[in-house]
């Protein structure tokens, strides 16, 4: 068996533990390659695991393309959760609408309005979360495959914790996988669209989010706890 067979059927097979073990499990797509991947093996498989995104109403167009091309393909229609729009306009009237530039605090603010309230809302009562996260050098270092998310109470499976960059683009390829448009334009690690620019040789994979920040955290706050630091919770069986 390939290295890449191999990685697919561990994938599948985790995929296919979390909906038996943990219904009902859900899936949040960022639309990323990673998550695309972990679509493909859900929905080629059948697995009974629920596909949902946050639209936070600042993504790029060819972000939100891949909603209808996922409908295209297999026939699945994402779940798209949206912020609160009061908490939006409330935002905009104090900082305006690009007031996440001015300090991280801000930005924070910004994505637990559009990312943060949106998954609280998406993951009640679910019994399991799924990622698309990975162990990423100087990022994402140490993430398990199986975790207890303590914030949200619930098990969290991250099928792709110990795949690399390069592991990714290969099940795409092989696949045919739909993706973003915007990694051929230097993209590496896709958010929103301001908070977001490609990347330039020797960045690491992330260094485009949230460039302008300096010695901060930059994370939006779906993986991180109170403290401000990325959540790595104790593995599970």
């Not at 639309?31 to 679509?39: C, K, Q």
């Not at 799924?130 to 098990?155: C, K, M, N, P, W």
């Not at 993209?187 to 908070?195: E, M």
Request: aromatic share 8%; with cysteine; net charge neutral.
């Amino acid at each position: 068996m390939s290295p890449l067979a191999s990685r697919t059927e561990i994938l599948a097979r985790t995929l296919r533990d979390a909906a038996r073990d943990h219904a009902p499990a859900a899936f949040s797509s960022s639309l990323s390659a990673e998550d695309m991947v972990v679509t493909d093996a859900i929905l080629s498989a059948g697995i009974d695991i629920e596909i949902f995104t946050l639209d936070t109403g600042r993504l790029h167009g060819d972000t939100l393309e891949l909603i209808q091309k996922i409908k295209q393909r297999y026939g699945y229609a994402v779940r798209v959760y949206t912020p609160q729009a009061d908490a939006v306009a409330h935002y905009i009237a104090r900082h305006g609408r690009d007031g996440f530039y001015d300090s991280p605090e801000l930005r924070r603010e910004c994505c637990h309005i559009r990312k943060v309230e949106p998954l609280q809302r998406a993951l009640a009562g679910k019994g399991a979360w799924v990622t698309g996260l990975r162990s990423v050098a100087h990022a994402r270092e140490a993430i398990s495959v199986r975790q207890f998310d303590a914030a949200y109470g619930l098990v969290k499976v991250n099928p792709l914790a110990t795949w690399t960059e390069e592991d990714v683009w290969e099940y795409v390829r092989a696949n045919d996988v739909p993706c973003n448009r915007l990694y051929d334009q230097g993209y590496r690690s896709i958010g929103c669209a301001p908070c977001s620019r490609p990347t330039t040789p020797g960045e690491e994979v992330r260094a485009g989010r949230w460039w302008w920040e300096q010695g901060a955290v930059r994370e939006c706050g779906l993986h991180v706890s109170a403290e401000g630091k990325l959540v790595r919770t104790k593995q599970t069986a």
